[in-house]
């Protein structure tokens, strides 16, 4: 079956614009995450989904950053007045659940969507 | 706050050579360590995964290592191939949801 999809696969931003950044996950994956690679923070945790609800968003970086999911599948994240230092490659992950046998399941990434704020 | 680290940032080695990959994290309480590989441009694929009652998982010339007492994880790939060439990321489960990465090796097999 198809991987995680994401949207747009590179997007270019003035500095003060929003953005929505999408993710399809894979078919039947009830879990989603959203993490961010740039260059000077490496890859990190921004938010995870289970089902509709974010049971941890403890890695948004600032309340310019949202995100939501809606039936159970596709997900947006929103940057409100982006800023320069947003500039990085978000990355969207899926999983069947969360939680498998008493522990993390495994996540499969998307390719990202790279970010450039001018 | 868990945080980890990969030794060496950068690695060029002759085609055929055998390497470690070195991955250490501060926090011994993980539910599970993973390796992936990411190649220019692309997401991250996952190579091995190693649950915390593990100590090793091997695919092919790819064999992954696991202390969780000390915090150490290396990864090791045998006859080395031009392929292979990728930055190799180490993340480790501490929470559901939540994968911390470390930054990564940059891996060069030259022909």
């Known amino acids: 079956g198809a991987g995680v999809s994401q949207s747009p696969s590179n997007k270019v931003t003035e500095k003060g614009k929003d953005v929505e950044l999408r993710c399809d996950p894979i078919?039947?994956?009830?879990?989603l995450y959203w993490y961010r690679q740039s260059l000077g923070q490496g890859l990190e945790f921004l938010i995870y989904f289970q089902g509709n609800s974010a049971p941890d968003k403890s890695g948004l970086p600032s309340d310019r950053f949202s995100a939501e999911r809606t039936g159970g599948s596709v997900s947006t994240l929103t940057i409100q007045r982006t800023q320069q230092e947003d500039s990085a490659v978000y990355l969207c992950a899926s999983s069947l659940e969360a939680e498998i046998a008493g522990g993390p399941d495994t996540q499969y990434f998307g390719p990202g969507t790279r970010l450039t704020v001018l | 706050k868990q945080e980890v680290t990969q030794i060496p940032a950068a690695l060029s080695v002759p085609e055929g050579e055998n390497l470690v990959l070195n991955c250490s994290f501060t926090?011994?309480?993980?539910?599970?360590l993973q390796w992936f590989r990411q190649d220019p441009g692309k997401g991250l694929t996952s190579l091995l995964l190693i649950q915390s009652s593990q100590r090793e998982q091997t695919s092919g010339r790819l064999n992954a290592s696991l202390d969780k007492s000390s915090g150490r994880s290396t990864l090791y790939i045998a006859a080395s191939q031009p392929g292979d060439s990728a930055t190799y990321l180490c993340a480790v489960s501490t929470s559901y949801g939540k994968l911390t990465f470390g930054q990564g090796t940059i891996l060069t097999v030259h022909p």
């Open positions: 078919s039947g994956h009830t879990a």
């Open positions: 926090d011994s309480a993980i539910y599970n």
